[in-house]
């Protein structure tokens, strides 16, 4: 499909986050300094919806404050261009595919390799020795509203043992098992503070519960695999030590990161108070990025919400706006294969493009989430790029091809499995966004909203 941008700019300013600590954690981490935004479940300064325009004034102060930080990023929609995206349903060898069947017993698998192989690169399959242990746990936890679980997932090669955490809140008051949303958190671990002695917007496991939902962490930079490049500790440099054949793992970081999703979901297995068929992935930015690569992968995810992921996630490569792929990969080559850096003076010879991972969720659910201010994600890059993927959806009679019209800022567009919003502000994942992926799961799982 080819796009031709218009004249006009739906974008906002960049923020960035980044998380802190190094290594492997064998416990909870203690609470530490430093500003944490608490949870506000007053959402009325999001009741106003408008459309996503903004000033020319605006536009060279956001290209001008760019420059200054030696960001040289496109901020102008003009300047875009037009490009060509792969086609969702011709394969390799130039056959089409034209039924649901066609799509999941040949494309799907197709799409999967390539991305492995072009930019994520291909992690070991679960451990034969995965062994969970709980090692705390208070029925009474959050005033008594719920069960707290902290949970050891570890495994062992060449009877050497990995050891990763996974925090749970679970609502007592339920009638059967609980559907539950895993946070892959690349932030400080103080963001999911069990103790709740630091309670953050960003993990907010009170409003989740009395929603109705239970609530799950893996802390990935402390205790899956460091945010750093040339790592020597975490997961990777653990498998390259002792796995049997480690020059068949060219997982990066961001692979690595959802590799330990998909262990948690093994210990949800283990778990009745889980309800399996209601399972939800979350990240923000970079975990955004690895909570959708997680989905694309392991279809035991039933809806996949992905907050201000940008390039790398659900952002269209070959939009020359914001963060590109030759500045990420030059920032964090770490987080994909060294292939995919190959792409960035030639990003016409890409072989996928990201509409193509969103598409790989499909026909589970998938929720996009942008925030107005955040020109560096390219929240109409994600957009089209969902666009484009929902022709999948459609494919297999569970939603409508989508027109391109950028929805209203703070409004949120649903159709089944499907979901976006575009809500006011900066790069943050907010309480206000929880709410709303809390609202299209209410509907998608066919529960009462509360």
Known sequence: ?????????????????????????????????????????????????????????????????MEKAKLHENVYEAKVGAYTLPDLFTLADGRKVSTPGGWEGERRAELLEIFRREVYGISPPKPATLAFRLVASDPRALQGEATLKRVAISFQLRNETFQFHLSLFVPNRRSG????????????????????????????????????????????????????????????????????????????????????????????????????????????????????????????????????????????????????????????????????????????????????????VAPRGYHGGDASLDLHSDPRGSWLSLVEATKVWALAGRARVWPDSMPLVNDVVMDGPLAYHLREGGHALTTFDWKLYFDHADLFFRRSPR
């Not at 064998?26 to 408008?50: H, L, Q």
């Not at 930015?285 to 390039?311: M, P």
């Open 177 to 360: 098992p609980a559907p539950v949303f895993l946070l892959l958190n690349h932030r400080v671990a103080k963001n999911t503070d069990v103790t709740r002695q630091v309670r953050s917007e960003f993990w907010p496991a009170e409003y989740a519960v009395s929603r109705g939902y239970a609530i799950a962490a893996v802390d990935l930079d402390d205790e899956v695999d460091p945010d750093k490049p040339n790592a020597t500790t975490g997961l990777r440099a653990f498998y390259r030590r002792l796995y049997s054949k480690p020059e068949e793992l060219t997982w990066a970081t961001l692979a690595s990161w959802a590799w330990s999703g998909s262990r948690a979901v093994d210990y949800f297995e283990t778990d009745p108070d889980i309800d399996l068929a209601r399972i939800a992935v979350i990240g923000h930015s970079r975990g955004g990025k690895t909570a959708l690569w997680a989905a694309a992968q392991d279809t035991r995810f039933a809806l996949a919400c992905v907050n201000c992921a940008g390039e790398g996630g659900p952002a269209l490569s070959r939009r020359d706006f914001g963060e590109t792929l030759g500045m990420i990969t030059t920032n964090f080559p770490y987080w994909f294969t060294p292939t995919y850096a190959r792409y960035a003076d030639r990003i016409s010879s890409l072989p996928i493009d990201q509409h193509e991972l969103v598409a790989l």
């Open 1 to 65: 499909m080819r796009f031709h941008v218009p004249a006009f700019l739906l974008v906002g300013m960049l923020l960035t986050a980044n998380g802190a600590g190094q290594g492997v954690a064998v416990a909870p981490v203690a609470p530490t300094g430093g500003k944490i935004n608490p949870p506000n479940t007053d959402f009325s300064a999001y009741e106003k919806k408008f459309p996503w325009v903004l000033s020319a004034a605006i536009l060279q102060a956001q290209a001008a404050s």
